[in-house]
């Protein structure tokens, strides 16, 4: 039955996140909690929310799908609001390299990191990377995730960015899951170009991206802003000229070190900026200011063996903080949504309830879509997750486990968990 029509009933918690703007400081807290809580979904639009007994008496025809989901809770669907996903190759042996000592950096600067992926991903047919994205994607939707941020910048060439995004283009029409599309075609400085980064960075904005936005074929824009990749002045030039074109902005900022990144994103009032590990009190009181969402990536910390991001300093400072794996084959080649929350909890100091809303609502406002996703409203796509727990507190007291039963991606269930193989069968 895939109509969109769905009763779930019965929730020992029905965890809202009710709103339709962002959450910002303490207000991230607010999790609107229902006992025995019910949701009701009709043509994939939320119509109903509340507890069980005052929705029960509503008549519902054969053509609606009934889940009893006694001692379980239910949630938003997750948005992941940072991957790469659509990419060639892996690097295992970086990532054992970095377990012996090396940087992330230091691997890059000898022609590792992004170029490796970059030589496969080009490489690769269509054909092969959309059938590696739909696996990764099905992966995702087995956790809950019912719509993401897809970067490009495994190209850096024409023909292999254009390629990545029709890719994203392609799998979007065909899968639950809703992409997001960002052009990050400023990732890292190509060959033909080293030490002529301005050179590369117009060939981008006077070749590629007039196409991309043409073709309908990304939203957002985003440069990786960071010492010996692209400078603030670069990055501001670039994000500028960008945002002319019609992109939205996003930008990769103050990874590995503190360049004034978090600041540049609040002057251009991206939508986000992502990363922030070594972002200055400034960077992060502009942020606040200007409602950039601060999308933080525990999991880019944790396999790196870096300092994590300052969470909860940015929340206690009124900053709207997102969550998101990351997911990509280098630095971070996970996409454990649970795992994600636990090491915020454990080592950036957010509450669950922080952690939550982070990966729902201010994910959805991450990628622009909170006014549609992202909370359990009535108005909203019924985006749903039903997971085995009596109680959210297990999210990430049961660290890093995948215990969701149910995906439902308005209001049809996408993914059972683990008795049934997730769409498509």
Known sequence: MM??????????QLITVSGFLPKRGQEMRHIGVIENGAVIVENG??????????LIGNAFSDQFEIVDAANKIVLPGFIDSHTHFVFGGYRPDEFLLRTQGASYMEIMKKGGGIKNTVMATRQASREELAETALMRLNAMLSFGVTAIEGKSGYGLDKETEIKQLEVMKSVNESHPIDISATFLGAHAVPSPYQSKEDAYLDFLLNEVMPDVHAKGLAEFCDIFCEKDVFSIRQSERFLRKAKEMGFKLKIHADEIASQGGAELAASLEAISADHLLSSSDKGISDLSQKGVVATLLPGTAFCLKERYARARLMIDNDCIVALATDLNPGSCYTHSIPLMMSLAVIYMGMTVEEAITAFTLNGAAAINKNH??????????????????????????????????????????????????????
């Open 3 to 12: 109509n969109g029509n769905i009763f779930i009933k019965n929730a020992s």
């Open 45 to 54: 639009i939320i119509t109903g929310v509340g507890k069980t007994s005052d």
């Open 372 to 425: 549609m996703t992202g909370s359990i409203d009535v108005g909203k796509t019924g985006d749903l997750v039903v997971i085995d727990y009596p109680t959210y507190q297990f999210i990430p007291y049961h660290t890093g486990i995948n215990r969701v039963l149910l995906t439902i991606k308005r209001g049809n269930i996408v993914c059972r968990n683990p008795r049934e193989t997730c769409y498509p069968s």
